[in-house]
């Protein structure tokens, strides 16, 4: 399951002990907060204590930081951009140990803890390139010898507060961006997940070391959201907070940085709709769907929670996507072979059989039971099989995300347009997806009256995104993006300038002024 020397080699190679300190300003550990205990869900065994960070031990760190950011600032980006590629080279060194321990500390497949630290990896790369790359644009002026452009200077210190399904790769698609931008970091993991933080930042550490860099430009704050997280959002020295989890929480984050007219970057709750019309490849869409649903046991903000299916091909489809499910292997998520291991923790558990019995006494009708597994291979309380579930469209629960492998499959008839109504109808806009041959139906979907989400794909499901591209989504999301694209935009401060070259006053507007 999870044996000691494993655990024991995961450490010894990242750096990690029994007992931690949970602050660094990016050259000193300390931490003088209350000790936080470290259980896997694999075997609900504490793997190792932390010390959180207390008041004193946030001023330092972010003390730190915004000196850090005097020097960093001023770093050429491509200089910067090679730093980050060396953290890449390092995450490659490290992926192996760095996957398992993400699995051992959160229960997603080994699979999945590699792809997740391949993410960070990629991230690295393309941040690398974007160093050379942060174009402002030019452009003709209306006075005759004056020159104008806009160009793009660092913000300064982003506080980026992670969730634990993706426990790593979330820092890093922040981190490197914001690093070649020319801002520093301190980041604040969530309270499930806080030792692969503390291996994340010894890495990012030693590479910054090896290079000579002041300290303070990746720094680390491991603490309680009521706590430390709400020092990150009520402080004017924290210019951009980027945070990634509920929307509940996101409404507050953004009232309380907006308060201070602080900047956000919010990638919130998703709710995510696969749409299947009558002209889909059944077989391609059962296999996406499966994994979209049951990867990374339901708990991405991509995962897949609804499938929108015609009616003519409802039972056919319903019929592949279960012999999916029948086929899932639960078990240990260490073992390569395991699809599904544990949800996070035991209270995860609770909210999804609390769903369940929602669902079931609102009428939703059970085609795949979640059940709880017990015994000795799904020791800890936090095995579960998961639910598929018949539901009527309207039903109020489907409107929520529950952050568990349930799967509502709601049937629809008419034409595309009906269906994608049905998936817009809901608060959140993160990813969604259709299958179907039909390229008017595609374009449909893809189209200013098709699905309102952040994403939106065709033949494929709705997790999985690249980081090439802007990831994140509208509506009650968040509306912030964060990896490729522009999303480099979001950490920099744009600046306007005009050169009057001309020797005389022309005013703007034929204003004349004499
Ligand atoms: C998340 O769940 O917060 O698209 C992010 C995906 C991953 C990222 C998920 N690349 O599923």
Redesign the pocket.
Known sequence: MLATQDIRKAFKALGLKSDNPGASDGRAWFGNGSELEVVSPINGKVLAVVKQTNNDDYEQVITAAREAFMVWREIPAPKRGEIIRQLGQALRENKDELGRLVTMEMGKSIQEGWGEVQ?MIDICDYACGLSRQLYGVQTHSERARHRMYEQWHPLGLVGVIT?F??PA??WAWNLAIALVCGDVVVWKPASNTPLTSIACQKIIENVLRENNMVSGIATLVIGRGAEIGELLNRDPRVDLISY?GSCRMGKHIASVVGARLGKTIL?LGGNNAVIVTPNADLDLAAENIFFGAVGTAGQ???TTRRVIIEESVYDAFMKKLLSFYDRLTIGSPLDERIQMGPLVSVSAVSTMFEALETIVRHGGRVVHEGKKLQGENYPGGCYVTPAVVEVPKDMAIVREETFAPILYLIKYSGPVQTAVAIQNDVPQGL?SSIFTDNLVEAESFLSASGSDCGIANVNLGT???E?GLA?GGEKETGGGRESGSDAWKGYMRRQTNTINWSKGTTLAQGIQFE
């Open positions: 993410e969730a399904n993706f790769a979330v990634t990638e991405r903000c991509t990813s997790s999985g995104a980081i990831f």
